[in-house]
């Protein structure tokens, strides 16, 4: 299955299925036929699959960053730099990112940095990054002071959602990432009793539709691409403090599954959907057996503090909410009653 991205002529397509990744060389071929030189840039863990056999049909690297988002910064994306600079790329050459979210946003970033942008291949390793990260353009890392603070939008010549990379994933891993899917679900404002019938590819193939078609109306997030940010408000601060906290941190996938649920609570405390949205949330939450308790570790506080400093956010509470005209992003909301709507979330 292939998903297009249109964006007229950086129009790229997204391969959906069981080994998709061996078009890579066809896709160099195509779309970067003067190319001499690939760099597969990718963290030891994945060099170490059974599934790492790429084929560029041209002279190839392979460049280890270390592994996770703690990696994701501009010290890691310099000494990636100065390797490829060694290695005498030109500006016809590529970068194949191969690996998680972390993994492509770093390496597209030094893609579009390098020599001011050289073409860049996804190959995405994790259900997070196949639905969402890998998809879209946006390229970047964290600051000490947030995440994705420093990056560009920079679109890849083609994304490869292999399976069997999927197969290969912890299970935890896995299922944090399910936590995307259902964002994508209930974007499509699909109820839980209709997924029984979905198999887990149809399930990819939806989140990426939805994807590419968000991304092709709006490149730059000027609109309905901040509708990607479901979840986001609420599970991002939980994201962060559970970093900044522990080294057994939520998964992002994880910190957006409570963040679903508690933004269909939030919008029925506002007046805008009925109980039923909430019970439609947590089934499908169910469904994937995601976990949508949230941990009672950060005071209301602390909480309201990271939501409001989410780079999205503008410094007011900014939540994606469903309402009579859908989803919309909502702004200045009330702190009174995010703060009601923790604790009652919370019991
Ligand atoms: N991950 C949200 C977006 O790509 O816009």
């Not at 997204?14 to 970067?32: E, F, M, P, S």
């Not at 990112?97 to 993994?103: C, K, L, N, S, T």
């Amino acid at each position: 299955m292939t998903i297009t991205v249109d964006l007229g002529a950086r129009s790229y397509d997204v391969a959906i299925g069981d080994g998709v990744r061996r078009g890579l060389k066809d896709l160099i071929a195509k779309r970067a036929p003067k190319a001499q030189v690939a760099v597969i840039v990718t963290s030891p863990s994945l060099r170490a699959q059974p599934w790492f056999d790429f084929e560029t049909g041209i002279s190839q690297h392979v460049l280890e960053v270390p592994e996770g988002e703690d990696a994701k910064t501009l010290q890691t994306v310099e000494a990636l730099l100065e390797k490829i600079a060694s290695l005498g790329l030109s500006r016809n050459d590529i970068l194949i990112a191969v690996g998680g979210g972390a993994v492509t946003d770093l390496g597209g970033f030094a893609a579009a940095s390098y020599l001011r942008g050289i073409g860049l291949i996804n190959i995405s390793t994790s259900v997070a990054g196949q639905v969402d990260a890998a998809i879209g353009g946006k390229t970047g890392v964290n600051l000490s002071a947030g995440k994705n603070l420093v990056g560009a939008f920079h679109q890849p010549l083609g994304v490869f959602c292999d399976f069997e990379t999927i197969a290969t994933l912890p299970e935890r891993e896995r299922l944090a990432g399910m936590g995307e899917v259902a964002k994508c679900w209930l974007l499509e404002g699909r109820s839980a009793k209709d997924l029984g019938s979905q198999t887990s590819s149809e399930l990819a193939t939806m989140a990426v539709a939805l994807k590419a078609r968000i991304v092709s109306g709006d490149e730059r997030e000027g609109g309905e691409r901040a509708l990607l940010n479901y979840g986001h408000t609420f599970g991002h601060a939980l994201e962060v403090l559970s970093l900044a906290k522990s080294k057994d941190e939520l998964r992002h996938g994880e910190a957006v599954a409570i963040g679903l649920s508690f933004a269909a609570h939030l919008a029925h405390a506002l007046g805008r959907v009925g109980a039923e949205v909430i019970a439609n949330h947590n089934a499908v939450l169910d469904f994937f057996g995601l976990s949508y308790a949230a941990p009672r570790d950060f005071s209301v506080e602390a909480l309201l503090e990271a939501m409001s400093h989410d780079k999205k956010a503008h410094h007011d509470l900014t939540f994606v909410l469903l309402g009579a005209n859908g989803f919309e992003v909502v702004t200045g909301i009330d702190p009174d009653v995010v703060a009601k709507t923790i604790e009652s979330f919370r019991g």
